[in-house]
């Protein structure tokens, strides 16, 4: 059951995604920004953690949950350090993505080569 | 003797004959419907080099020597060559040029270079400055989707009114004595800019150049469209063909007989997923290299008129909200003089 | 007779009416199909994760690297480009998504070199997702701050 639930939250935020790309003229590169900075805000508001209780993956796992990670770390690090927190709690909530992005993006770029189209 | 006509056609006194044609393609250009007419097919756009740059300058240098070897010619009878590419200071060409020792004019018109390449080497051989000049251009589809679009291997949907670099290079040897075909008439293009910005959709971008210049052509020479038993622009694709046939329309010039566009007709996009066609440097010239010259050689063409047409904006320039100026130029060629 | 430098709005109008449109219908419905397919395969390995004793916290940062590595991957092999074409906003929008900007990017500009080519352009296009994130969460954590 969870299964199918990730299954349809993930596939209506994508369908949001594809709605802007197909009718805006919005790029890529702006929808992305706009999901995650639409998923850090609606975290500080209190508006995604429901949709993560019933999505599961399907909320955490498109790009406006890397928002809802970068958000929860900054809430967190506030309570916690006060307002240092502000500058430490978005980074260190998604160190481990960021970090495993430059590494496998590095060892891809070592071994392999990019090729033509057809 | 005046050889201006009208407003910015240009009357060659003494028409330079096309004394050989060559073209190189990649695989992709190959498989497409005008693949029988391409001298070289690539197997695959590196040729063996390092990077799509290196490939890029080695398809340009070695068509570029070919075209002389057919012209039964060797390089140092070659007084001039004018070229060009698509690349952040056309440094295709200019690599290429290392190894011809050859005085070398490099030009930028984007897609238009084919025209313009063939317009200024024209005009140093009627002007009795030259004997043998060498016109040339290329493009290459990596080179260019690095430059202006995207990674390789990024993840993207292209838009329906994109169009598809074509890999390859286009050169001729023009020589002031020769049994033609004839370059007789150049009509340089002016720069038009009606506003559009969307980069994916370049054919809406240079229509209005094209027309511009066609037009202008026409009136400039005093023809109707039906003078020509082609009428070809460079890389307008689908949709800017037909902006041009309605624009021609609006100044009741009837292109709908003998107009058509080398992207339409260079790949098959029922096959080949190019959306609204080919495009580059290298789509109108590896056309009239390939396509136009051997037909015309076999007689189905005897006057055609080749219009390269280009985009001019920077990777740059679109991002600061700018829209895409276009360039057309038209050079006019006969299998026989009046 | 006016000049065709003059018909720009008409001209402009024009272009819209006869630039094709892509199917949105089409497109939604492969973008919900490899979206949801996704999460629902991050869904999975969180499930894994979790039942091997981590955290919900620890497994979803497990989750995420898994599927950036995956993402990688894909990218690397020359799969990734095919699913995007496919799929649209359904490899664009997941985390495999922003993997596959960083390792193209890295990949492509690998020719320059390793510091001025592929260190210096990796975050090419993934770069403003991590801006602008990072600084949608310090408003987060000021709200937080001054509310709290």
Same mark, same amino acid.
């Given at each position: ?8 939250? %993930? ?27 639409? %998923? ?26 890397? %928002? ?51 | ?30 498989? %497409? ?77 984007? &897609? ?149 566009? &080398? ?27 390939? =396509? ?47 | ?9 008409? =001209? ?137």
């Amino acid at each position: 059951m969870e299964y199918l639930k990730a299954f349809i939250v %993930g596939g209506i935020i994508c369908v949001f995604g594809q709605i802007l790309m197909d009718r805006t003229k919005l790029m890529p590169g702006r929808i992305t920004v706009l999901f995650v900075v639409i %998923g850090t805000l609606l975290t500080g508001f209190g508006l995604y953690q429901p949709i993560v209780n019933f999505g599961g993956a399907g909320a955490t796992v498109p790009i406006s949950g890397f %928002g809802y990670a970068l958000g929860k770390g900054v809430m967190k690090e506030v309570t916690k350090e006060g307002f240092v927190g502000i500058f430490t709690g978005g980074l260190k909530a998604t160190a481990g993505g960021v970090t495993a992005a430059i590494l496998f993006g590095f060892l891809s770029a070592l071994l392999f080569s990019p090729k033509a189209k057809e | 003797m005046w050889k201006h006509l009208g407003e910015q056609t240009i009357r060659l006194e003494s028409p330079p004959t096309i004394l050989a044609a060559s073209s190189t393609v990649g695989p992709k250009e190959g498989q %497409g419907p005008l693949a029988s007419y391409f001298d070289v097919i690539l197997e695959d756009v590196l040729w063996g080099e390092d990077t799509w740059e290196k490939a890029e300058t080695k398809i340009l240098k070695e068509t570029i020597q070919r075209v002389i070897t057919k012209a039964d010619l060797t390089t140092d009878q070659i007084q001039y060559i004018f070229a060009g590419d698509l690349l952040n200071q056309i440094v295709a060409t200019s690599f290429a040029m290392r190894e011809f020792k050859v005085p070398f004019f490099g030009l930028y018109g984007a &897609c238009s270079t084919m025209g313009e390449s063939m317009a200024l080497a024209s005009i140093m051989i009627d002007g009795g400055y030259a004997d043998y000049v060498v016109a040339a251009t290329s493009s290459h589809f990596c080179s260019a989707e690095k430059q202006f679009r995207s990674p390789l291997q990024l993840g993207v949907q292209r838009s329906l009114t994109a169009t598809w670099t074509v890999t390859g290079s286009g050169a001729v040897v023009l020589s002031k004595e020769g049994l033609g075909p004839y370059v007789t008439h150049i009509t340089p293009g002016k720069v038009i800019d009606l506003g559009v910005k969307d980069s994916m959709n370049l054919g809406a971008t240079m229509a209005p150049a094209a027309a511009d210049t066609i037009i202008n052509h026409l009136l400039d020479t005093n023809r109707e469209p039906d003078y020509y038993d082609l009428i070809i622009t460079g890389d307008l694709g689908v949709i800017g063909k037909q902006l041009v046939l309605e624009m021609a329309q609006e100044y009741h010039y009837d292109l709908s007989k003998n107009y058509t566009d &080398c992207g339409v007709e260079i790949f098959d996009p029922t096959t080949q997923d190019t959306h609204a066609g080919g495009s580059g440097c290298a789509c109108a010239a590896v056309t009239l290299t390939g =396509y136009i010259l051997k037909e015309m050689e076999k007689g189905t063409f005897e006057k055609v008129l080749f219009i390269p047409t280009g985009a001019l904006l920077s990777p740059l320039s679109t991002q600061q909200g700018e829209s895409v100026p276009g360039v057309a130029h038209a050079v006019a060629i006969e299998t026989n003089l009046e | 007779m006016e000049k065709i430098q003059d018909k720009k709005q008409q =001209y402009q109008q024009r272009v819209e009416e006869i630039s094709p449109k892509v199917n949105l219908l089409a497109s939604s419905a492969k973008a919900f199909f490899v979206g949801g397919l996704i999460c629902t395969f991050g869904q999975i390995i969180t499930n894994v994760i979790k039942n091997m004793g981590y955290s919900s916290d620890e497994a979803a940062m497990i989750t995420s690297i898994t599927l950036v590595f995956i993402g990688a991957l894909l990218t690397g092999v020359d799969i990734y480009d095919n699913i995007g074409k496919y799929a649209g906003a359904g490899s664009l929008i997941p985390i495999t998504g922003f993997a596959n900007s960083i390792v193209s990017s890295a990949m492509e500009f690998k020719k320059e070199g390793y510091i001025f080519g592929l260190g210096a352009k990796i975050f090419t296009i993934a770069g403003p997702v991590l801006v602008y994130g990072l600084l949608a969460s310090m408003v987060v954590g000021l709200y937080h701050y001054l509310i709290y």
